[in-house]
Each structure stands twice: as C-alpha cells, then as structure tokens.
C-alpha cells in the first residue's frame, strides 16, 4: 500500500510564492509517476506538472515558467515550486503516483490566491 501526504498549502496574495510537497510512503519502486494535479472550483481535475516514465517533465500551458517540479528520491518526495502566483491558480492540489498500473491519490492541499 502507498500513502501519500501533501503539504504546503495555504493563502498567498497575486504574484506570491508557495512550494508544495508530497511525501510517500509503503511499497515505492523507482519505476513510479509521480505529478500534481489540482481541481479549482466547480472545475474538473487537471494536469499541473509530472514527471515521466523517462524523467522528463509536463507542465499544463497555464503554469509554464511560472511552476517547477521536482524529486528527491531518497525521500520519496515531490515538490511543486509555484512561483507568480495569480487568483486562477486557486484550487486543492492533489499528489499522485502511478506503478505497476495502481495509481495512489493524496488528500489534497487547498492554495488560495488572493487578488
């Protein structure tokens, strides 16, 4: 079994800066996915930034330049640095990792940019 724990959130006014973390614990192999996701306000669940099978990196259109993620694999760990931040980042971002087909979801950490 994988847990995974997000920290980090919090209120932030337009333009600050918050970094996120993810920490997972159990069963970890290094084949995993690992990325954040976030769901704002009567909006669906998005692709924020993750790493790929190869260890490259996505980002969604909308935090490009603005966000960084990034891995300490001897923790276990997962960092979202979120940089310029603006009221439509707003929304509880999740953790997520994926190995072997099973894919494990955090409890998700509320951001909320203030204008």
């Known amino acids: 079994q994988v847990q995974l724990v997000e920290s980090g959130g919090g209120l932030v006014q337009t333009g600050g800066s918050l970094r996120l973390s993810c920490a997972a614990s159990?069963?970890?192999?290094?084949?995993?996915?690992m990325g954040w996701y976030r769901q704002g306000p009567g909006k669906q669940r998005e692709l924020v930034a993750a790493?790929?099978?190869?260890?490259?990196?996505n980002y969604a259109d909308s935090v490009k330049g603005r966000f960084t993620i990034s891995r300490d694999d001897a923790k276990n760990t997962v960092y979202l640095q979120m940089n310029s931040l603006k009221p439509e980042d707003t929304a509880v971002y999740y953790c997520?990792?994926?190995?072997?087909?099973?894919?494990?979801w955090g409890q998700g950490t509320q951001v909320t940019v203030s204008s």
């Open positions: 790493f790929t099978r190869s260890g490259s990196t």
């Open positions: 997520r990792l994926s190995q072997w087909g099973t894919e494990y």
């Open positions: 159990g069963v970890i192999f290094r084949s995993n996915v």
